[in-house]
Nanobody
Framework: QVRLVESGGGSVQTGSSLILSCATS????????IGWFRQAPGKEREFVAA????????YYGDSVKGRFTIVRDGTKNTVFLQMNNLKPEDTAVYYC??????????????????WGQGTQVTVSS
């Protein structure tokens, strides 16, 4: 059973930074690509970033490239999303996700099998 537990959301001002965490089991961590999507009110769930379980290859959505960094920590079975220079348009519920496949399936939420409960990020101007 795949369980993903997010933490680290909050309310910040434009230009601030936040770190989101996604904790899981060792089995899930070692056999799944893990990443993040986000969903703002009235919008579709949008891909943010993902990291493979082999080699640590990373992949980012165009709207966050250069500002967000995804990192795997094998000592904690946790994936972190470092978010810098936050903007009001980054406001959304952020969901951790996992899938045994690391590829184009991550372009859409329908391509990923497992989800966390979500954590709210609010950026005010």
């Amino acid at each position: 059973q795949v369980r993903l537990v997010e933490s680290g959301g909050g309310s910040v001002q434009t230009g601030s930074s936040l770190i989101l965490s996604c904790a899981t089991s060792r089995d899930t961590f070692s056999k799944h690509a893990i990443g993040w999507f986000r969903q703002a009110p009235g919008k579709e769930r949008e891909f943010v970033a993902a990291v493979s379980w082999v080699g640590g290859s990373t992949y980012y959505g165009d709207s966050v490239k250069g500002r967000f960094t995804i990192v795997r920590d094998g000592t904690k079975n946790t994936v972190f999303l470092q978010m810098n220079n936050l903007k009001p348009e980054d406001t959304a519920v952020y969901y951790c996700a996992a899938d045994r496949t690391y590829g184009n399936n991550w372009r859409h939420a329908s391509g990923v099998d497992y989800w966390g409960q979500g954590t709210q990020v609010t950026v005010s101007s």
